[in-house]
C-alpha cells in the first residue's frame, strides 16, 4: 500500500516503508527516546533496539480516507516523563 498524490507536475507515489523509515529517524532524535522496537517483539515480552534500516518493523503506517494513522514502538529512557517525549 502506497499514498498516491496527483499533481500538475503528474503522479506522485510514496511508500509505506519510505514513511516508516523517516518517521522512526525523526523519531530517534526525539528527546528521551534510545531506540525503536519492533512491533512482535514487545508482544513477546523480548526487546531489542533496532537499527535505522529496519524501523519499518517498528512503525506502522495505516492510512484512512485522507488521514494517515503512524503507530511507533519506542523504547523510552529511565527516569523521563512520557508526557515530555510526547510534547
Do not use: P, W
Not at 506522485?12 to 518517521?23: G, K, P, Y
Amino acid at each position: 500500500m502506497s499514498i498516491e498524490l496527483k499533481t500538475k507536475f503528474g503522479q506522485i507515489d510514496i511508500s509505506n516503508e519510505v514513511i516508516a523509515t523517516i518517521a522512526g529517524g525523526a523519531a530517534i532524535e526525539c528527546y528521551g527516546i534510545v531506540g525503536m522496537a519492533s512491533k512482535n517483539q514487545i508482544k513477546d515480552g523480548i526487546t531489542e533496539i533496532l537499527r535505522r534500516e529496519n524501523f519499518t518493523r517498528g512503525v506502522i503506517v495505516r492510512q484512512e480516507n485522507e488521514a494517515l494513522h503512524i503507530d511507533m514502538y519506542i523504547i523510552v529512557s529511565y527516569g523521563t516523563k512520557i508526557s515530555e517525549i510526547a510534547h
